[in-house]
């Protein structure tokens, strides 16, 4: 572990926050946490704390003695000083002489002595902050600290690592009794520098930011030295298939198996992270992966990310991949299953009222392939990916050194149950479509841009293909939500397939196919060149259906139904003169629509058509419509609102018509008219 600490660059950050009245103590507090924030080994997302005692003066000018210490909410990574929240030290330090407090009083208490009543929560590890008299204490779950203190019988291994310089505290529960515990332990010998927490990780604390940061990189470096020079040869490797196959072709059936069955064909989705290593690789391949996986997680707070720990399947054999659903299914059904069993059994330890959580895996280790994080977002997927790494270097740490004896599920279920996450997870509702993927071509012009972005405010992450890559990254960008633009002339087969596996590695699947792309051709039919209405034909119908192949393809790997939209255009209804080369095959596709619908509906697969008319897009452009309004003798305005509402229809309108479909999920064979009422396109 390298230390960080420049000089150069801690004088530059305590001279900038002096111009933003931030004094040097907190200025510094800032520069460390973030050194320390920036490193996965030490804390990953959200995780660890770090704090500084100092004078704040309040709105009335009273000084104060207070701590301030990470706010909960707030990654060390990017903190800045109001992530660090002052609290009142001597409500603080009073509460030392209490028996007991209950973590919402604790909360309470905090709140409570805020200077400024608008901060975060301080950290649950608050009070263990301020019972310890260093001006900057440092807490961090260092992997290679995790790995010492991972084992069955962990004092004495610690006494051998770190000598006596480092307090060792039994594992507690962070909270009220964790802090007392920690400060008898200080206590009992003011000479040690930080303190080693069971099952936990470590605290280090100094009188200026540097000395605290220095112990904290110094102590990870000596569990690190132990770890390589005491390492045991490495674990038995198992036995793979000849050929493995690929994480794009398991990936949708894995993303089926773990999403959670509301009953009556509804699911709630999730999205997958792959992630692949030599290193992680290397460890996954272990022929004990599966025993390591079930014996939890490596630090207690990894519960909020992957729950009581990975899920380990068998490698996948290329030549059974048939087969490889079923195995996959029955995994994640006994993983449920054991999840079950624990809530069952630790909530009925008392009579507080919870109620469980999903009981899906967040974590999947794929013997020679790598892993997939699981997350009703890309992001909390990503994040339980980068879980999955540290609690590798973890694993392997421990195995190296002794065997990975983390805490206990049932001393993890208060944590994982702690009220105060449950509430903060209540709070966090999901949109109508997160956790769904979306997949829409043309997406960059204006039906498949306003599209995209409205599914993508509501929920789903959106891959935006278009002929023009460029123009496809813009769209997903504006649509935001981690959305991702692919470049694909989607009358390619091969283009086409290749724009699903990006969907798939990306996002591990795709639930709502948006089919969009269109383009017209003039002439009258009896007229036209044979070679247009062909390319029409690839186009407006041939395209549509190698789309939405590609789409039940997936759809049938998950297991979890699906949606497809077609734009077929008013003309698949009601043709309009000398544009037979467009309409004609817009017809076939409006027919293709509900082709789909009666072969799939069995498998929970939707099918409906938008028919749409006069928008202004790449199809009808601003010339256009100047030239024909001109034509009809009448102003541009007439000629955009001549139906019978009156109004110009728009692509957003037809945006929403989509997202009615993809909502209405007992809707299937249908068609929506967007064109603000044309009598003579209107649907029997
Ligand atoms: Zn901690």
Same mark, same amino acid.
């Given at each position: 572990?390298?230390?960080?600490?420049?000089?150069?660059?801690?004088?530059?950050?305590?001279?900038?926050?002096?111009?933003?009245?931030?004094?040097?103590?907190?200025?510094?507090?800032?520069?460390?946490?973030?050194?320390?924030?920036?490193?996965?080994?030490?804390?990953?997302?959200?995780?660890?704390?770090?704090?500084?005692?100092?004078?704040?003066?309040?709105?009335?000018?009273?000084?104060?003695?207070?701590?301030?210490?990470?706010?909960?909410?707030?990654?060390?990574?990017?903190?800045?000083?109001?992530?660090?929240?002052?609290?009142?030290?001597?409500?603080?330090?009073?509460?030392?002489?209490?028996?007991?407090?209950?973590?919402?009083?604790?909360?309470?208490?905090?709140?409570?002595?805020?200077?400024?009543?608008?901060?975060?929560?301080?950290?649950?590890?608050?009070?263990?902050?301020?019972?310890?008299?260093?001006?900057?204490?440092?807490?961090?779950?260092?992997?290679?600290?995790?790995?010492?203190?991972?084992?069955?019988?962990?004092?004495?291994?610690?006494?051998?690592?770190?000598?006596?310089?480092?307090?060792?505290?039994?594992?507690?529960?962070?909270?009220?009794?964790?802090?007392?515990?920690?400060?008898?332990?200080?206590?009992?010998?003011?000479?040690?520098?930080?303190?080693?927490?069971?099952?936990?990780?470590?605290?280090?604390?100094?009188?200026?930011?540097?000395?605290?940061?220095?112990?904290?990189?110094?102590?990870?470096?000596?569990?690190?030295?132990?770890?390589?020079?005491?390492?045991?040869?490495?674990?038995?490797?198992?036995?793979?298939?000849?050929?493995?196959?690929?994480?794009?072709?398991?990936?949708?059936?894995?993303?089926?198996?773990?999403?959670?069955?509301?009953?009556?064909?509804?699911?709630?989705?999730?999205?997958?992270?792959?992630?692949?290593?030599?290193?992680?690789?290397?460890?996954?391949?272990?022929?004990?992966?599966?025993?390591?996986?079930?014996?939890?997680?490596?630090?207690?707070?990894?519960?909020?990310?992957?729950?009581?720990?990975?899920?380990?399947?068998?490698?996948?054999?290329?030549?059974?991949?048939?087969?490889?659903?079923?195995?996959?299914?029955?995994?994640?059904?006994?993983?449920?299953?054991?999840?079950?069993?624990?809530?069952?059994?630790?909530?009925?330890?008392?009579?507080?009222?919870?109620?469980?959580?999903?009981?899906?895996?967040?974590?999947?280790?794929?013997?020679?392939?790598?892993?997939?994080?699981?997350?009703?977002?890309?992001?909390?997927?990503?994040?339980?990916?980068?879980?999955?790494?540290?609690?590798?270097?973890?694993?392997?740490?421990?195995?190296?050194?002794?065997?990975?004896?983390?805490?206990?599920?049932?001393?993890?279920?208060?944590?994982?149950?702690?009220?105060?996450?449950?509430?903060?997870?209540?709070?966090?509702?999901?949109?109508?479509?997160?956790?769904?993927?979306?997949?829409?071509?043309?997406?960059?012009?204006?039906?498949?841009?306003?599209?995209?972005?409205?599914?993508?405010?509501?929920?789903?992450?959106?891959?935006?293909?278009?002929?023009?890559?460029?123009?496809?990254?813009?769209?997903?960008?504006?649509?935001?939500?981690?959305?991702?633009?692919?470049?694909?002339?989607?009358?390619?087969?091969?283009?086409?397939?290749?724009?699903?596996?990006?969907?798939?590695?990306?996002?591990? @699947?795709?639930?709502?196919?948006? &089919? *969009? %792309?269109?383009? /017209?051709?003039?002439? !009258?039919? +009896?007229? #036209?060149? =044979? $070679?247009?209405?062909?390319?029409?034909?690839?186009?407006?119908?041939?395209?549509?259906?190698?789309?939405?192949?590609?789409?039940?393809?997936?759809?049938?790997?998950?297991?979890?139904?699906?949606?497809?939209?077609?734009?077929?255009?008013?003309?698949?209804?009601?043709?309009?003169?000398?544009?037979?080369?467009?309409?004609?095959?817009?017809?076939?596709?409006?027919?293709?629509?509900?082709?789909?619908?009666?072969?799939? @509906?069995?498998?929970?697969?939707? &099918? *409906? %058509?938008?028919? /749409?008319?006069?928008? !202004?897009? +790449?199809? #009808?452009? =601003? $010339?256009?419509?100047?030239?024909?309004?001109?034509?009809?003798?009448?102003?541009?305005?007439?000629?955009?609102?001549?139906?019978?509402?009156?109004?110009?229809?728009?692509?957003?309108?037809?945006?929403?018509?989509?997202?009615?479909?993809?909502?209405?999920?007992?809707?299937?064979?249908?068609?929506?008219?967007?064109?603000?009422?044309?009598?003579?396109?209107?649907?029997?």
């Amino acid at each position: 572990m390298k230390n960080l600490w420049n000089d150069d660059t801690a004088e530059k950050l305590v001279a900038d926050y002096a111009k933003k009245g931030v004094g040097r103590d907190l200025a510094l507090r800032v520069y460390t946490t973030r050194l320390l924030g920036g490193v996965p080994q030490l804390v990953l997302h959200g995780g660890g704390n770090t704090s500084c005692k100092i004078k704040a003066t309040d709105l009335v000018g009273d000084e104060w003695d207070v701590l301030c210490v990470k706010g909960s909410g707030w990654d060390m990574a990017v903190i800045e000083p109001q992530g660090l929240p002052a609290v009142k030290m001597r409500a603080l330090l009073k509460a030392r002489a209490l028996d007991k407090l209950a973590d919402e009083d604790m909360v309470a208490l905090q709140r409570a002595n805020l200077i400024d009543p608008s901060s975060p929560n301080p950290s649950v590890e608050t009070l263990l902050h301020a019972f310890l008299p260093h001006k900057f204490v440092d807490h961090t779950h260092s992997t290679a600290i995790l790995a010492i203190v991972d084992q069955e019988d962990s004092k004495p291994l610690v006494k051998t690592v770190f000598g006596s310089k480092m307090g060792y505290v039994p594992y507690i529960m962070p909270g009220f009794d964790l802090a007392k515990a920690a400060a008898d332990v200080f206590d009992a010998d003011p000479t040690v520098e930080g303190l080693i927490l069971d099952k936990h990780g470590i605290f280090t604390f100094g009188d200026d930011a540097k000395q605290a940061y220095d112990r904290m990189i110094h102590y990870v470096n000596v569990a690190e030295e132990y770890v390589a020079e005491n390492a045991k040869p490495k674990a038995a490797k198992a036995a793979l298939p000849a050929k493995l196959a690929t994480p794009a072709s398991i990936a949708p059936m894995l993303r089926g198996a773990v999403a959670v069955a509301r009953g009556e064909g509804r699911f709630d989705r999730m999205i997958s992270d792959f992630r692949t290593s030599d290193a992680i690789v290397d460890f996954i391949n272990s022929a004990a992966i599966a025993d390591y996986a079930g014996r939890g997680v490596s630090t207690p707070d990894l519960s909020i990310r992957i729950k009581t720990g990975p899920m380990a399947v068998p490698a996948p054999d290329a030549d059974k991949v048939g087969d490889y659903k079923g195995v996959i299914k029955s995994h994640v059904d006994a993983f449920a299953k054991e999840y079950r069993a624990y809530f069952e059994t630790n909530d009925a330890l008392d009579d507080v009222k919870r109620t469980m959580l999903d009981p899906m895996p967040r974590l999947t280790l794929v013997p020679g392939l790598g892993m997939f994080g699981h997350g009703r977002t890309l992001k909390d997927a990503r994040i339980a990916s980068d879980v999955g790494e540290m609690w590798i270097e973890a694993v392997r740490g421990a195995e190296a050194v002794g065997r990975f004896h983390p805490l206990s599920k049932a001393d993890l279920f208060p944590l994982e149950y702690w009220s105060l996450e449950q509430a903060k997870l209540a709070s966090n509702k999901p949109k109508p479509l997160t956790g769904q993927v979306v997949l829409i071509t043309g997406g960059a012009g204006a039906i498949g841009a306003a599209t995209a972005k409205l599914f993508a405010d509501n929920g789903a992450h959106a891959v935006v293909v278009d002929l023009d890559a460029e123009k496809a990254a813009e769209a997903a960008k504006k649509a935001g939500n981690n959305s991702i633009g692919v470049g694909a002339d989607i009358t390619d087969p091969v283009q086409v397939r290749a724009a699903f596996d990006k969907a798939v590695a990306v996002f591990g @699947g795709v639930d709502i196919l948006v &089919s *969009n %792309a269109g383009a /017209a051709w003039e002439g !009258r039919i +009896g007229e #036209l060149d =044979d $070679a247009l209405l062909r390319k029409s034909f690839e186009l407006n119908f041939f395209a549509h259906q190698s789309v939405a192949q590609n789409a039940v393809r997936i759809m049938l790997e998950q297991g979890t139904g699906g949606v497809l939209l077609f734009n077929t255009s008013k003309q698949a209804v009601n043709p309009g003169p000398k544009f037979g080369a467009y309409g004609v095959p817009k017809a076939a596709t409006l027919f293709l629509s509900r082709q789909y619908a009666l072969d799939y @509906g069995t498998h929970g697969i939707r &099918s *409906n %058509a938008v028919n /749409a008319d006069r928008i !202004r897009s +790449g199809l #009808l452009t =601003d $010339a256009m419509i100047a030239s024909r309004s001109g034509a009809r003798g009448v102003s541009e305005k007439e000629y955009m609102s001549g139906n019978l509402l009156g109004q110009e229809v728009t692509a957003q309108d037809v945006a929403q018509a989509f997202l009615h479909h993809a909502l209405a999920e007992r809707t299937t064979a249908d068609v929506t008219t967007v064109d603000g009422g044309n009598i003579a396109a209107a649907l029997r």
